[in-house]
C-alpha cells in the first residue's frame, strides 16, 4: 500500500502540532510548530476548530494567515469576535476580516464566495461606525458607507443593503437622502431582509422617500411579522421581533377596514417564506421600480475598493509573541 507524500506530511504536521504544545497555547512557554505548507496549516486548524480544539487550531490558522493564506482570515476573525475558546479581541477581528475581504474584494455576485465576502465587508462596515477603543481603528462613517456600499451593490448582499439604507436614512457617511434610503430598503425587503421589510413598511405608511400608501405598509409590516419569527432570514435578531411585533400591531389597529382588506391582498401576493436564492415580487406600478442594483444611484458603480480607502492598520498579532503564528501570548 503506497502513502502518497501529502499524506505523510500531514500526518507528520500534525504529530509535531501535538507534540510541541506541551502547554496551554495561552500560556507563556508556546513553541513555534512548523508546517510544511500554509494551506496544511490551514485545513489542519478548521479540523482542530470543528472538533473543538480552539489550543490545536488557533496556531495553525494564524501560521497560515501569517503565510499570506487568506482563507485562514475569516474563521480567526470570527474566534476573535465571538472570543471562542480565547478572550475577544475585536482589533484583531478587525485586522483579519480585513485580510480576507480585501483580497476577495473582487469576487461577483454569484461566486462561491460571495456571501463570505460580504460578511466581511459588513463586519469591517460595523466596527467602522463606531470605532474601536483602545486600538487603531478608529470611527469612520465614510469607509463604513463604502463597505456597506461594495458588499450591496456588487455582491448583492440584504444586510449590507440594510446598513446602507439606514447610512442614507441618517445622513452617516453620506448626505441625507431619503429616497435613496427608501430605495435599498427595498432592494433589502426583496431578499427578504425582516428589518428592512418593517422599515419600509413604516415609511409607505407615512409617505416619506415613497408615495404613501398604508396598504403597502401594513402588508410589509405583515410580512415583516411574520419573518421576524423565522431564524433563517438575513439578518435575523431575536430583538427584532419584539419591536416589529409591536410596530404592526400599531399599524393594524390604525387600519380601517377598506386598508386591512387591500394590505391582505398584498399579502397574499408578495409573501414568501425566508430563502435567499428568490426575490420576492414587486407590485407593478407601486413599489420602487428604479432600485440601486439597477442603477439609480451613479455612484453605484462595479468600482472596486481603491487602495486610498483602505485603512492602515498594522497586524496587531506581531510584535506582541515570538510564536511565528502571530498569535499573543502575553493577554
Keep these: 500500500m503506497k502513502l502518497t507524500t501529502k499524506f505523510v506530511s500531514g500526518v507528520f504536521s500534525f504529530a509535531i502540532l501535538l507534540l510541541a504544545i506541551q502547554t496551554n497555547v495561552y500560556g507563556k512557554n508556546q513553541k513555534v510548530v512548523p508546517f510544511f ?57 478587525y485586522y483579519h476580516y480585513k485580510q480576507y475581504a480585501y483580497k476577495f474584494a473582487a469576487v461577483s455576485s454569484d461566486h462561491h464566495l460571495a456571501a463570505d465576502v460580504a460578511n466581511a465587508f459588513v463586519a469591517l462596515g460595523l466596527y467602522q461606525l463606531k470605532g474601536i477603543p483602545e486600538s487603531t481603528v478608529r470611527k469612520d462613517p465614510r469607509l463604513a458607507f463604502k463597505h456597506f ?26 448626505s441625507k437622502n431619503l429616497r435613496m434610503a427608501a430605495r435599498w430598503f427595498n432592494f433589502s425587503y426583496k431578499k427578504n431582509h425582516t428589518e428592512s421589510q418593517a422599515i419600509l413598511g413604516n415609511l409607505f405608511w407615512r409617505g416619506i422617500g415613497v408615495p404613501r ?16 419569527r423565522d ?39 408578495l409573501y414568501r417564506p425566508c430563502d435567499r436564492s428568490n426575490e420576492l415580487p414587486s407590485i407593478n406600478g407601486i413599489l420602487i421600480k428604479n432600485t440601486p442594483d439597477q442603477g439609480s444611484d451613479p455612484g453605484l458603480n462595479r468600482d472596486r475598493l481603491q487602495e486610498t480607502d483602505r485603512p492602515q492598520i498594522a497586524n496587531p498579532d506581531r510584535g506582541r509573541s515570538n510564536t511565528g503564528f502571530g498569535f499573543t501570548n502575553n493577554r
Design 149 to 174: 456600499k461594495h458588499a450591496a451593490a456588487n455582491l448583492k448582499d440584504p444586510v449590507a443593503g440594510f446598513q446602507l439604507a439606514r447610512m442614507y436614512q441618517k445622513g452617516e457617511g453620506t
Design 37 to 93: 505548507t500554509a494551506e496544511e496549516a490551514y485545513r489542519q486548524g478548521m479540523a482542530a476548530f470543528r472538533g473543538g480544539s480552539m489550543e490545536l487550531a488557533i496556531p495553525a490558522l494564524n501560521y497560515a494567515s501569517d503565510s499570506g493564506y487568506r482563507y485562514a482570515d475569516l474563521p480567526l476573525a470570527r474566534i476573535y469576535q465571538e472570543g471562542i475558546g480565547i478572550p475577544r479581541d475585536d482589533e484583531k477581528a
Design 213 to 228: 400608501n398604508r396598504a403597502i405598509g401594513l402588508a410589509l409590516l405583515k410580512i415583516a411579522n411574520e419573518n421576524a
Design 231 to 269: 431564524t433563517s432570514c438575513p439578518g435575523y435578531s431575536g430583538g427584532s421581533q419584539r419591536w416589529i411585533e409591536k410596530a404592526f400591531q400599531n399599524l393594524n389597529s390604525a387600519a380601517d377596514p377598506n386598508t386591512s382588506d387591500s394590505a391582505d391582498q398584498y399579502f397574499t401576493k
